[in-house]
Nanobody, 115 residues
Framework: QVQLQESGPGLVKPAQTLSCAAS?????MGWYRQAPGKQRELVAG???????NYADSVKGRFTISRDNAKNTVYLQMNSLKPEDTAVYYC??????????????WGQGTQVTVSS
């Protein structure tokens, strides 16, 4: 069983960082988000070897990284837009990035970007 503890802002400035620490063994970690009235989408994922995957909407603005020693994943968010407003969920799995959504989920943290 993997437990995830997220930390991050509510109302954000143009650039912020989310972090999430996992209590158990993981291979891939990442972030999903869900905006009101929209489906959950994968924002970014990263493997223990450093391989990454990003949603097209955040490429060039968001950077995912991880500290394997701390079993912690970070999401650096730059050039935030109102359309980035959503609940962001930390997710972790022992599988692949493609199967990340079937892993363990955090409770979610609200990110609100005002125009």
């Amino acid at each position: 069983q993997v437990q995830l503890q997220e930390s991050g802002p509510g109302l954000v400035k143009p650039a912020q960082t989310l972090s999430c620490a996992a209590s158990g063994r993981t291979n891939v970690m990442g972030w999903y988000r869900q905006a009101p009235g929209k489906q959950r989408e994968l924002v970014a994922g990263i493997t223990s070897g450093g391989g990454t995957n990003y949603a097209d909407s955040v490429k060039g603005r968001f950077t995912i990284s991880r500290d394997n020693a701390k079993n912690t994943v970070y999401l650096q968010m730059n050039s935030l837009k109102p359309e980035d407003t959503a609940v962001y969920y930390c997710v972790a799995s022992i599988g692949t990035i493609a199967a990340l959504g079937r892993g363990y989920w955090g409770q979610g943290t609200q990110v609100t970007v005002s125009s």
